[in-house]
C-alpha cells in the first residue's frame, strides 16, 4: 500500500513539472551577439547605437533608462555605473555630458582571467570593425574614425592595458572636435 502510494506521489509530481508553462520556468534571454562572448550580450546590451543602444548627444534620461538601475556615482554632467559580470569580471561605464547631451562614453573591463580578457578585446575589436569603418591599429591601440552623413565625427578608441596577473580593456567613445 505505502510503495503504491509514493509511485502515486511521484506520478503527480512528474506530471506536474512536465506541464509548467514556460512562463514558470527560468526563461533564458535570446543572444544578442551571437558569435560573439555571451558577456558581449551584457556589456553592450544591443546593436542599435554606438554602445548600449545609445549614440552620443543623449540626453541623461536616456542613458538613466538604458541603465535601469541608480548610479554609484552621479553629478550634473557625469553619471558613473559599474557591474559585476561574473566572479572573475567586472566592468564600469563613466559617461560625460554636456549641457544634457552624451559627450563621451568610457568603458573599462577588468578580469583575472586573462584568456578571457584578451578574447574580449578581440571580440569587441571585430564588432566595431563590421559595425564601422576603417580602423586603425597601433601599439594595442585601435581607432575607428566616423564621419557618417550629417551626423558629427566621433571615436572609438579600444585599447588592451592588461597587466601579466590582470586583464584591463578601455574602450572610449566621444565627439571627434
Not at 509548467?20 to 562572448?37: I, M, N, S
Not at 594595442?140 to 597587466?163: Q, T
Request: hydrophobic content about 35%; proline content about 4%.
Amino acid at each position: 500500500m505505502r510503495i503504491k502510494f509514493v509511485i502515486s506521489i511521484f506520478a503527480l509530481l512528474f506530471v506536474w513539472a512536465c506541464e509548467q508553462t514556460p512562463a514558470t520556468k527560468k526563461e533564458e534571454k535570446p543572444r544578442v551577439f551571437l558569435g560573439y562572448h555571451v558577456l558581449l550580450d551584457e556589456i553592450l546590451k544591443s546593436k542599435e547605437g554606438l554602445f548600449r543602444g545609445l549614440e552620443l548627444n543623449a540626453k541623461v534620461q536616456a542613458v538613466k533608462a538604458i541603465e535601469n538601475i541608480e548610479p554609484t556615482e552621479a553629478s550634473t554632467n557625469r553619471l558613473f555605473y559599474e557591474y559585476k559580470a561574473d566572479s572573475l569580471t567586472n566592468y564600469s561605464i563613466d559617461y560625460t555630458f554636456s549641457n544634457d547631451s552624451l559627450e563621451e562614453i568610457s568603458v573599462q573591463i577588468n578580469s583575472d582571467d586573462l584568456e578571457l580578457s584578451s578574447y574580449l578585446f578581440c571580440d569587441l575589436k571585430d564588432y566595431y570593425a563590421n559595425k564601422l569603418p576603417n580602423p586603425t591599429e597601433d601599439k594595442g591601440y585601435v581607432v575607428y574614425n566616423c564621419f557618417e552623413g550629417l551626423r558629427k565625427p566621433f571615436v572609438v578608441s579600444l585599447s588592451d592595458n592588461s597587466s601579466p596577473s590582470k586583464g584591463i580593456i578601455n574602450m572610449v567613445i566621444y565627439k571627434d572636435k
